[in-house]
């Protein structure tokens, strides 16, 4: 489990907050998400960035691949 860099308190999905980083602020953590919530109608799920198809599966052994 994470916790903040100023503090012990857990850090859990629901106070994660996305990437972010500027000249006057703290680096924030990424957002967790469950594979679970992402892939509600099977074991895989595609991904659009910038033109580009990815394929995001669980396998048997419940590892992530993502291939291109």
């Given at each position: 489990m994470m916790t903040t860099p100023d503090s012990t308190e857990p850090v859990t999905p629901a106070r994660t907050n996305a990437v972010c980083q500027s000249n006057n602020a703290k680096p924030r953590f990424p957002k967790i998400i469950e594979f679970n919530d992402l892939c509600?109608?099977?074991?895989?799920?595609?991904?659009?960035?910038?033109?580009?198809?990815?394929?995001?599966r669980r396998t048997r052994q419940g590892k992530l691949i993502l291939t291109k």
């Amino acid at each position: 489990m994470m916790t903040t860099p100023d503090s012990t308190e857990p850090v859990t999905p629901a106070r994660t907050n996305a990437v972010c980083q500027s000249n006057n602020a703290k680096p924030r953590f990424p957002k967790i998400i469950e594979f679970n919530d992402l892939c509600r109608c099977g074991e895989e799920i595609w991904i659009e960035n910038e033109g580009q198809i990815y394929r995001l599966r669980r396998t048997r052994q419940g590892k992530l691949i993502l291939t291109k």
